[in-house]
């Protein structure tokens, strides 16, 4: 017998940092005090400010969801025609909710593991000028591919429509040009990069995008983005908050603004870069390999495994938990994730686990082959890190 550490591995909720939770154990204060509302306020202005953007940023005490749902109640009208961008399950999570609220969504699909080129965005405004909302996936987990959203914002900024990209995965995994690139409302979500457990849902909300609250009607109540903006500026949220997050999600955008969000980012993407190099050494192939993102890297089982067994055996063997795939990719692909606070040391043990379980279901590995591939990308990019310390 020996000793398996449980570790959470997964592109959400993904490794706490522990000053952050330990922050957590402060939550006995009531949120209607002065004590309270200095917290609220400043972490209020460190998200805008690792968000990178001037705009308005609201939090909600829900799950990413909860904020995607926001944004279309407040801001559209039963009606309102939208183009959907779907490249996978959390592109059918916004194409399920313009359904729910009865907008007119024009679907843009890429099959699973490809995404929609910002060409097709452009000639589907084109085609209906009357467009109001613009929909995407800046990270799409389930596939672990990242949409071109810069190029997608400079056609929505020249239309009448607003665009609405679910970055859940996105922030602190790629650049994010919020107010250049014409994103009008960005979405975030705490159990992803920011290192905390779920429940925190943000939103950016761009100047464009409050001119649709004011002509918007379709219901809402508890997601209210007028109210969440004048209860914030008053240094409070509109109903009870999260306080236990909201005293680890201060925590943590203190390590972000330390750390700078360029260099989170960075990690995220030579974590995704050595895997690739890994999962490719080792003979298996990417999911996603045309437009691969940094928030997480699926990769094909090989022919004749069932996925399901490489994430069992993570588990089993390593206490490792990480994902399978999600809907009709589960039993094809795993994923292994980058985002937030994993390091190279987790990805050496990620290779090297790996490599033990492809051998134990008689897949030849040499020991090593992918490991060295993260060390030689490690020698290359980090052998002089200026390591920012917990
Ligand atoms: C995690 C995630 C969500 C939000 O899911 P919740 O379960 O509501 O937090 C939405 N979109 C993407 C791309 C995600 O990765």
Known sequence: ?????????????????????????????HHRTEDFRKVYRSTLADLKEVMGTAHDVLMF?????????????????????????????????????????????????????????PERVAAALEAEPATRGVFVQ????????????????????????????????????????????????TIGGSQKAFMIPPGLAFMSISPKAWGFADSATLPHYYFNLKKEKKSGDAGESSWTPSTALILALAEALKYVKQLGMPHLIE???????????????????????????????????????DSGVIVKEFRSRFGAVIANGQGSMKGQIFRIAHLGYFDFADLFAVI????????????????????????NLYSEVAVTPQAVHA
Request: proline share 6%; aromatic share 6%; with cysteine.
């Open 1 to 29: 017998m020996h000793i398996r550490k449980q570790r959470l591995l997964t592109p959400g909720p993904t490794p706490l940092y522990p000053p952050a939770l330990h922050a957590m154990m402060a939550a006995d204060i």
């Open 61 to 117: 005490a829900a799950s990413g969801t909860g904020a995607m749902d926001a944004a279309v109640s407040n801001l559209f009208s039963r009606g309102d025609k939208a183009i959907v961008c779907v490249a996978g399950k959390f592109g059918e999570r916004w194409a399920e909710i313009a359904k729910a609220y009865g907008l007119d969504a024009t679907v843009l699909s890429a099959p699973y593991g490809e995404v929609v080129a």
């Open 138 to 185: 800046a990270s799409e987990t389930s596939t672990g591919a990242a949409h071109d959203v810069r190029t997608m914002g400079s056609a929505v900024a020249k239309t009448g429509a607003i665009f609405v990209v679910d970055a859940i995965t996105g922030l602190g995994t790629m650049p994010l040009d919020i107010d250049g690139w014409g994103l009008d409302v």
């Open 267 to 305: 990690n995220a993407q030579l974590l995704a870069r050595a895997t690739r190099a890994a999962v490719e050494k080792l003979g298996l192939e990417l999911f996603a390999p045309h437009s691969p993102g940094s928030s997480v890297t699926a990769v094909k089982a090989p022919p004749g495994l």
């Open 352 to 375: 090297a686990e790996l490599e033990i379980i492809l051998r134990a279901n008689g897949f030849p590995v040499e020991f090593g082959t992918g490991v060295a591939a993260v060390e």
